[in-house]
């Protein structure tokens, strides 16, 4: 099952994005990096700007090359891969370890605002 949009988040945090406020974008905020947008669900953005193609969304600033290298995770493979980064990064097991802007992360891979 793909990952829902509470991991697809994680993911682009994990990534480095950074969480923009915008009561225009879905749930009232994007994430950013680079100058590019992280894409939650491909075919309902396409549909909410009346696109049709990926290089559509390329010109409008949307990062379409890391959906298309992380649309097949699961929440699985994202739990996974947050708590590699748990272990690598954690200073004292068992404690929740500052990542950047109010955000931490837990050692179950979750990560939490505070």
Known sequence: MKMDYEKSVELALHLGYKKVEDEN??????????????????????????????????????????YLNYKEHTNEMVDSEMKQLYEAIAES????????DGMWLFPDGSIQEK
């Open 25 to 66: 974008a879905y749930q009232g905020c994007f994430f950013e990096k680079n100058q590019k947008i992280w894409i939650h669900d491909i075919e309902a953005l396409k549909t909410k700007l009346d696109v049709s193609f990926n290089h559509e969304l390329i010109e409008l600033g949307y990062d379409v090359a890391s």
């Open 93 to 100: 097991n068992g404690e929740a370890t500052y990542l950047s």
